[in-house]
């Protein structure tokens, strides 16, 4: 029997059996950090007036330093110098409204730039909820010469309810009684911050990064067992007369030193507590003595997802301290990789609190597979949670205590295993549900209310004149035929074929008949079944027949004249035949249909544009597709449709079919066969082959005070919390919201696990099980580290999806501004007056694309004004948009441009491109009249070609010695040429194409070409009509959040 390795991870901590669980923060303790006041004694309630230092404690002043007020002088504030921004003279080298440091050793006043943390002060009042971005009117301003930015103290300050904190200035007064803090179980402190860029100065309201602080205004080394005070400045000596606590530090949150909560060595306390962020220099305006002029904008200093490794970019702004026993971030992303302990700090944590899950991710290796054999599925008898690897095994191993409810349970003798000295099972090496933080169980006979079903597959073909015209039936059929050998599932597939136009054809194509034959519903707005069986046959069986039928189909509708294409009849057909089992429909349709129930209607109302009823555009307005739909969900139907419509169609309420049954909606809108077939060819043969789950159901659970608030994505839902999915596959993802039970959350580590029950193509039923561990933190600092704002903007496109639903355009592009302006002036609160000087824009490490993903985010087809993006296109993006796995949304928003007239970077190994050059900012900037690039949105692609491009090139890519006007308008990247240059970039767009749900049409476009309109809106950067440029978004967000 293998002997596990005693590694001790974070969570293990004074822990022990069979997984450790976790009871409190993770690490050994650490520096005293808490709320960055180190504990101290003195008389008086705690948490009141400590009173000023006597005369003669202070350390005396160097030969000319500024002195600065007496800390007695709480009424007034001292003289000052009139220097800078009312502030002391800078020293050579600090930026712009920078305060002086303090002599090592020393602390600056009391009562100057000194701010308690943003959870310690009074609630603030109401700010008018989204009416307006002011939220209220300003507080009282100083009557004093008070510099510019900084933060409120005694002196024209609302009055705060509670007694000052160590570090605030106020007179001194009773103690007003205190409302407890919550315990804080970590303090979370972050490496040190980068600077950009240099000094600068240019247009106001311009932004640019400032330099690195220099020397000067770097804080001393934290000295050796001192707790640094929050905002106090450089560390200062244990003062005579106020001795250290005796209370031990509070545990640190990851406890190795430069993980959260450790204080890295030559840290300061302001740096350690706050963590990592940006500084951006937002407008100019006077510089302190002896500083250069602010030169202005520095744009390619602005943090954008760009270079040689995007997708690693992306994941350096995810917390990297994630427990190796939970699942894979393809699995399960949070929002934030941690949970506030209260729904007070979740109210004032501005952004969601949520997790992205998709359970069949593609993650590069196969899943462990369990089978409990005759001990049956091992889960707690209370909550229902399965064992995973943060149960606790006690009494010898008899007895596993859940780590998301607490119930002890009682171990089947079939599973029973002894423990060591340590409390771990010893046979856990051989145990992937003990070491894996995803596996698959395999279901007894329990978790079946029937036999697993066959795959089914149910393909029904408008053959209208719409669909002959554009060619989209004989391309469905050939896409079809050339599937069928690739169908999952072997001898248990079965299939089945209705077309329709105004009316419904059946097709019986048993075995042993000489030739299919076609049934006729004469009415499709009353479909009926022609006969109760063999309307759905074996695929490997009756093999020969299916094809005869797909032949007969083309021959016998060539020259119809029929216009009409009704699609309700024919999924309510596909239902009568799958009513008894379930299965998959495919639908390839192109006509509108005009009769029957589930018509549709010219809904592209140019006068409802930008108007209250704006939005009734964006959702069906006939019941009967949610009503449906949900009849399909509940007989285990999907419902996939490949919308090819010649002109305007209701996308809203078609994909309403999809969207209750778990299904996938294709839109090909001004379909022709010549342009599109090879787009939908691979999206039919992907959708087809790829992997896929049946009759399936998912459940998220939560540990103590937690819970699933809301369910969004492409399912039905079941008894308030079970997501009824008749179909899953990997190309799709939802996301759940968190919420509360309880007003605090008891403990300091809580859990999540999604459980996904589902039959295989080959007939078994199992569970897939994904477990993580989450950290429950107190105060927002600490949300700021854990904050992954990637996936928070995945998960607020979701929310803007559904919200534009029910509201204007305007008004969702409101409340994603204000989220990120509260959030932003939630960070720069926690910083005292001379690290946010007024013209600085303060972004945390993690949080520094948020703002470009959210200008992006806007500028897409998602948000764009309704003038400029029809109502199909908008409806068919919020439909992808809800489905679309995280790394899709990211290059969707923020789409990659390579330069391939750089061929000395683009590697070819064996005939396939292997790596491609570095990504450009989306910008004008970056294209040159020489150059090539291929702009990559994962739905589509586009070759963008220079006007001073080398004839050679064209001669080389496109085999044209000799082209003409017309051939430079019609170019196509098509089969690679005998020559490097062919071979190259014809791989790069096969390379974008590889593991890519979705087909993307590869578009070349030539400099000065009318479809040149095409490309320009993808550089996001850029200002576009009405929209912000980046420069400008960033100074318009700064504005907002001072002027809040």
């Not at 007020?69 to 050579?92: D, L, T, V």
């Not at 951006?280 to 002029?293: E, K």
């Not at 070609?945 to 010695?961: E, K, N, T, Y």
Request: hydrophobic residues 35%; positive net charge; charged residues 15%.
């Amino acid at each position: 029997m293998a002997d596990r390795p005693r590694q001790t991870y974070p969570y293990q901590q004074g822990n022990q059996p069979g997984r450790p669980p976790m009871p409190g923060m993770p690490g050994p303790p650490g520096p005293a950090m808490g709320n960055g006041v180190p504990p101290q004694q003195h008389s008086g309630p705690p948490g009141s007036f400590r009173p000023p230092q006597p005369q003669g404690m202070r350390p005396p002043m160097q030969p000319g330093q500024f002195q600065p007020p007496n800390p007695n002088q709480f009424g007034a504030p001292a003289p000052r110098p009139p220097s800078g921004m009312g502030m002391p003279p800078p020293q050579g080298g600090m930026g712009m409204g920078g305060a002086r440091p303090p002599p090592a050793g020393q602390g600056p006043p009391m009562g100057m730039g000194a701010r308690p943390p943003a959870m310690m002060q009074p609630p603030r009042p109401a700010q008018g909820g989204l009416n307006g971005m002011g939220g209220g009117p300003p507080p009282p301003q100083p009557s004093g010469p008070v510099s510019m930015g900084k933060a409120p103290t005694a002196m024209g300050a609302p009055k705060v309810t509670g007694p000052p904190m160590p570090s605030m200035g106020g007179p001194p007064g009773p103690a007003a009684p205190v409302r407890p803090l919550v315990p804080q179980p970590s303090s979370m402190a972050v490496p040190p911050r980068p600077m950009y860029g240099g000094p600068g100065a240019g247009a106001p309201s311009q932004p640019s990064f400032s330099a690195p602080p220099p020397a000067s205004m770097q804080s001393a080394p934290q000295a050796p067992g001192f707790a640094q005070g929050f905002n106090q400045g450089p560390p200062q000596q244990q003062q005579q007369g106020y001795p250290q606590s005796s209370q031990p530090a509070p545990p640190a949150f990851g406890g190795q030193m430069g993980s959260y909560g450790a204080q890295r060595p030559g840290m300061s306390g302001t740096e350690s507590i706050l963590g990592q962020f940006q500084s951006l220099t937002m407008s100019g305006g006077p510089v302190a003595p002896g500083q250069p002029a602010d030169v202005g904008v520095d744009a390619a200093s602005f943090p954008r997802p760009v270079g040689s490794d995007v997708d690693g970019v992306l994941e350096s702004l995810r917390w990297k301290k994630r427990d190796p026993y939970s699942a894979d971030v393809k699995f399960m992303r949070l929002s934030s990789n941690a949970i506030p302990n209260s729904v007070e700090l979740k109210k004032q944590w501005c952004l969601p609190c949520s997790a992205l899950i998709q359970p069949l991710a593609d993650i590069g290796k196969p899943v462990p597979v369990v089978n409990f054999g005759v001990a049956g599925i091992i889960r707690c008898r209370q909550c229902r949670t399965y064992v995973n690897p943060y149960v606790q095994f006690t009494d010898g191993g008899r007895r596993w205590k859940c780590n998301v409810c607490g119930t002890f349970n009682e171990v089947p003798v079939e599973y029973f295993c002894t423990t060591d000295n340590t409390g771990i099972r010893r046979d856990i090496a051989e145990r992937p549900e003990l070491n894996c933080g995803s596996v698959e169980y395999l279901a007894p006979e329990e978790y079946m209310v029937r036999p697993p079903m066959p795959p089914i597959y149910v393909f029904a073909f408008d053959v209208s004149y719409p669909a002959i015209a554009s060619g989209l039936l004989a391309t469905a059929i050939d896409s079809v035929k050339s599937c069928l050998d690739s169908l999952p599932g072997a001898e248990r597939t079965q299939v089945g074929i209705i077309t329709y136009d105004s009316t419904v054809h059946f097709y019986n194509m048993r075995g042993d008949q000489s030739s299919p034959q076609m049934l006729v519903i004469p009415d499709a707005a009353s479909p009926y079944l022609p006969q109760p069986d063999d309307l759905l046959v074996n695929l490997q069986e009756c093999r020969s027949q299916i094809d005869a039928a797909l032949d007969i189909i083309s021959k016998a509708f060539g020259k119809t004249q029929n216009v009409e294409g009704n699609i309700g009849g024919a999924v309510q057909s596909a239902y009568l035949v799958m009513q008894h089992v379930g299965g998959k429909m495919l639908c390839f349709q192109s006509s509108v249909p005009t009769a029957g129930e589930g018509k549709l209607r010219p809904k592209e109302d140019l006068a409802s544009y930008n108007t209250e009823r704006e939005y009734k555009l964006r959702k069906a307005e006939d019941p009967f597709f949610k009503r449906f739909g949900g009849e399909c969900n509940r007989i285990q139907m999907c419902i996939d449709i490949f919308c090819c419509p010649p002109k305007f169609t209701d996308v809203a309420s078609l994909s309403v079919y999809s969207s209750a049954t778990g299904g996938q909606f294709y839109f090909y809108p001004g379909f022709f066969a010549r342009k599109d077939g090879m787009k939908l060819k691979a999206e039919v043969t992907r959708n087809l082959t790829r992997e896929t789950g049946w009759e399936a159901v998912m459940r998220v659970r939560m540990g103590k005070g937690l819970k699933c608030t809301n369910f969004h994505g492409h399912f039905m839902i079941r008894s308030n919390d079970l997501m009824a999915l008749p179909t899953v596959d990997p190309d799709k993802a939802m996301h759940v919201d968190i919420g509360y039970e309880e007003q605090m959350v008891p403990h300091q580590m809580t859990y999540m696990q999604c459980a996904l029950l589902y039959t295989t193509s080959q007939g078994e039923r199992r569970i897939r099980v994904h477990t993580m561990a989450i950290p429950v933190v107190s105060d927002i600092g600490e949300l700021f580290k854990a904050c992954d704002s990637c996936a928070t903007s995945a998960i607020l496109s979701k929310l803007a999806a559904e919200k534009i639903r029910s509201t204007t355009i305007k008004e969702t592009i409101h409340i994603l501004n204000k989220k990120v302006i509260d959030v932003l002036k939630e960070y720069r609160q926690l910083y005292s007056t001379h690290l946010h000087p007024h013209n600085k824009l303060i972004l945390p490490e993690t949080m520094k694309m948020l703002p470009l993903l959210m200008l992006c985010m806007q500028k897409g087809a998602l948000l764009k004004s309704p003038n400029e993006v029809t109502t199909d296109e908008r409806s068919n993006t919020i439909y992808q948009i809800l489905s679309m796995p995280f790394d899709n949304i990211m290059k969707f928003f923020y789409p990659r441009m390579y330069p391939l007239h750089d061929l000395g970077q683009i590697v070819l190994e064996n005939g396939a491109v292997t790596s491609l050059p570095p990504t450009l900012p989306l910008t004008l900037n970056s294209i040159k009249d020489s150059g090539i690039y291929l702009l990559d949105n994962g739905m589509v692609c586009y070759l963008w070609i220079g006007r001073a491009i080398s004839p050679q090139w064209l001669i080389d890519v496109f085999g044209l010695q000799n082209p003409t006007p017309q051939d430079l308008m019609n170019l196509q990247v098509g089969a690679t040429l005998n020559n490097d240059t062919s071979k190259k970039v014809v791989g790069a767009v096969n390379k974008i194409r590889e593991n890519n749900i979705y087909f993307q049409q590869c578009y070349v476009v030539r400099q000065g070409d009318p479809a040149e309109a095409m490309i320009l809106p993808w550089l996001v950067e850029d200002k576009l009509q009405t929209l912000h440029s980046y420069t400008n978004y960033l100074g318009y967000i700064h504005k907002g959040i001072l002027t809040r």
